[in-house]
């Protein structure tokens, strides 16, 4: 598990692996490498809160999606690293 220096409230950028599942019988072909720059909202369990996110595809430098929602929830398990922006 990911030891977090930041504290809540604070921005940050997180590079974590997105898994993409379609269905129960569906099956996960590969990770996508994600980096999301926003705020750090709150540490909920297996989760992290990022507010106003900003989310970058690493393999091919795009936005994704291309309308940025409210909020993200990152799961612990997927975040590579976090650090302070």
Same mark, same amino acid.
Do not use: C, K, Q, S
């Given at each position: 598990m990911i030891n977090f220096s930041v504290q809540n409230q604070e =921005?940050? !950028?997180v !590079?974590?692996?997105? +898994?993409?599942l379609? @269905? $129960?019988k569906n099956k996960v072909d590969r990770l996508t490498a994600m980096e999301t720059i926003g705020?750090? =909202?709150k540490e909920d369990g297996d989760f992290i809160i990022i507010r106003s996110p900003k989310n970058i595809r !690493? +393999?091919?430098n795009? /936005?994704?999606p291309e309308k940025n929602p409210m909020f993200? /929830?990152? $799961? !612990? @398990?997927?975040? =590579?690293k976090i650090e302070p922006v």
């Open positions: =921005e940050v !950028r !590079r974590w692996n997105d +898994a993409v379609y @269905g $129960p705020i750090l =909202e !690493r +393999a091919d795009t /936005f994704h993200y /929830f990152i $799961p !612990r @398990g997927m975040i =590579e």
